[in-house]
């Protein structure tokens, strides 16, 4: 009972402080000093309160330092002309029948090579919605397209931050993750084309796109070796190389680029990669300005309080209720089945992906038997469904930015896609046996870890230990 008022309390708290427009992190905060007092409650010391939330600190180290790349190296590219370049580039590829589209094919490629919707958002996101303004076309059509494409690397680009946590909390490997997130999101992905390839011939407008290459050319050399970076990002995730060792090669050959390319003077660079770009050229400074160390600190403080609710809750025994609830629901039903109503939950609740996302691996983390099904659930769940709730931050934050309706939430049609087909893959295999061997299984990344009947109950598992 005790426990349900704790999380009842945590909930109200968060859902009061969106209504009144107030900081995450401070609610965060909050939830742990929340939680923390129920350990204390339950007979734990404070240094044993303490050791928890360090257990669960400690979980994402490696995340923490990845947004720190992932700072600067938005940064660099910034600096480099790498974004300017590919978003005037992506200007002359628009016209009014495929308007809808392109702005979903152009998020959706920046954001698998920045990885992150705010950044792909920020950039190509803008550039489109400016187009669809000035060619009258339907702006919540067009918004509803650069959501769903901003989440694609959002989901599954290797040097997205939301996919290393995932990792990072399922102790799994990232590539294997993204190589299975790409074969699962194939057919939602070209049910989204389709659907956006159509609503072009109605949503496109009359008018002429507006040419951006003069106000670009102005500040920045657009020739082909700003597009080196992003080469060195994607030769690299081919040969599997790690994640970290990518992004510094990446982040390299942006300085170089920076300085002999756009002669951006060498000591400027330190600031650029702390604070972030920033264009002097205000025509465009909207479009090309962010990136830098600083501008991840607010998602790092966010994680690292977030991280300290997992090793509470682990130590104290929080959760235990409601894993129950979820387990059961999983045993009749399908392990996604169960992930994917958690994570609703998570997501209407917690107003943030990365909260959403630790929240629902603690209450899921033994619907699966294999990490890597954990993984593969959480992503088509708890990672995506953010972008469909329009108090989330991952939502709110873009819709605002880029200037889009709020109606556009409703033509997000990826994130409806992926956990729906998600839900029919995961009913149709549990009524066949099997079906895991398949061909048609491995063409959509599926294999013997997503059959949670291969390995043993827990009934069982007691059992073989005694």
Known sequence: MVEAGVLLTFAAVLVAGIVLSAPLLPLLVFGMLLFAGYGIWRGFGVRDVARMAGVGLKSVGTVLTLFVLIGALTASWRAAGTIPAITCWSANL???RNLVIVSFLLTAGMSMLV????????TVGVICMTIATAMRANA????????AGAFVGDRCSPISSSAALV????????FDNVRRMVRTGAVPFALCCLAYLLAGGVAGGSGMAPSFAGSFAYSFDLSWVVAI???VILVLSLLKVSVKKTMVASLVTALLVCVFVQHVPVAELPAILVMGYHCKNLAIARMVNGGGIVSMLDIALIVATASTYSGIFEGTGLLLGLRDYVNKLARHSTPFVSVLFT????????CDQVVALMLTAQLCQDTEHDGSALALDL????????SLIPWSTSCVGIIAFVGMPMTSILWNCLTYLIPLLTLVISMYQHAHQGFTDTGYAHLLGLDRRDDVRRFPSDGQRRGLAA
Request: glycine letters at 6%; proline letters at 7%.
């Open 140 to 147: 919540a059509m067009v918004g509803g397209a650069i959501l």
């Open 115 to 122: 990885g992150s919707s705010y950044a792909a958002a920020a």
């Open 229 to 231: 970076p992003t080469v």
């Open 167 to 174: 990792a990072s909390i399922t102790k799994t490997q990232l």
């Open 343 to 350: 994570s609703i939950a998570t997501c209407t609740i917690a």
């Open 379 to 386: 992503e088509n769940s708890a990672a995506i469904i953010p």
């Open 94 to 96: 628009v016209s009014p």
